[in-house]
Structures are given as C-alpha cells and as structure tokens.
C-alpha cells in the first residue's frame, strides 16, 4: 500500500503514476488527497533529499487543511517515505513502534 500511496502522490506532482490508489482501494475515503496543500508547490519539497531541510513541507502542512487526515493515512498505511501530514518517516515510524507496543501490551494484558 505504500507504494500505491506514492504513486498517487507522485501522480499529484506531475510524475508517472502507475496506477491510482482509489483504483486499487475500493471504498477508501481519499478525497482528503484532493485538498491537500502540497497540489499547490513543488513535490520535491515533501521529498527531500537527504540532508535538505525539511521545515518549508511542515510549514505548508501546518496550514493544509487536511494534515489530520493526510497524517493518519500515512501512520495507518506505514508510509516510509516523505512528508505527510508534517511528519518525516522517521517521525511516523515513531508513532508506529508506540503504536506496536500499546497493541502487544494489550494482548498481554488480555491473555492474562
Ligand atoms: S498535510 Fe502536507 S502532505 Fe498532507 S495533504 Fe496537506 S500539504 Fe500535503
């Protein structure tokens, strides 16, 4: 799914786009994509190489009207790559290892 999602951002900023993710995501709620700020800028901004500031793709996302929903799909879909939502992967992968562990406390706690 990842790369589906990229794929849909690359095709957002004019780069080949294989196929769309709403194609392949019967039912997914991805009209969020379409207000997104970034549809107005340069895509390389949310993909930085490496070593390039990543402050100018937060700014905009702090001011998209969408960063909640762009975030979430991008911490739900383990996205690795780029800014979405104003969080780096690094950041999201944070968020997904927090997230493991509430869940495999969980388990523990409901096994007993
Ligand atoms: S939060 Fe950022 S990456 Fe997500 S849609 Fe908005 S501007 Fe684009």
């Known amino acids: 799914m ?3 999602s990229l794929q849909r951002f690359g095709e957002r900023f004019g780069r080949p786009a294989v196929t769309r993710a ?3 995501l ?3 709620d991805d009209n969020w994509f379409d207000r997104g ?3 107005q800028v340069d895509g390389e901004t949310f993909f930085p190489e490496k070593g390039v500031p990543v402050a100018p793709a937060r700014s905009i996302c702090a001011r998209c009207d969408v960063q909640q929903e762009c975030l ?3 911490v739900d879909n383990r996205i690795a790559d780029g800014v979405w939502g104003g969080l780096t992967g ?3 992968r944070k968020i997904w290892r927090e997230r493991d562990a509430a869940a495999a ?3 523990e706690a409901a096994a007993g």
Do not use: K, V
């Open 22 to 24: 709403a194609d392949l």
């Open 26 to 28: 019967p039912g997914a």
């Open 105 to 107: 406390a969980a388990r």
């Open 2 to 4: 990842p790369i589906i």
């Open 72 to 74: 979430d799909y991008a």
């Open 37 to 39: 700020l970034c549809a």
């Open 90 to 92: 690094r950041e999201r």
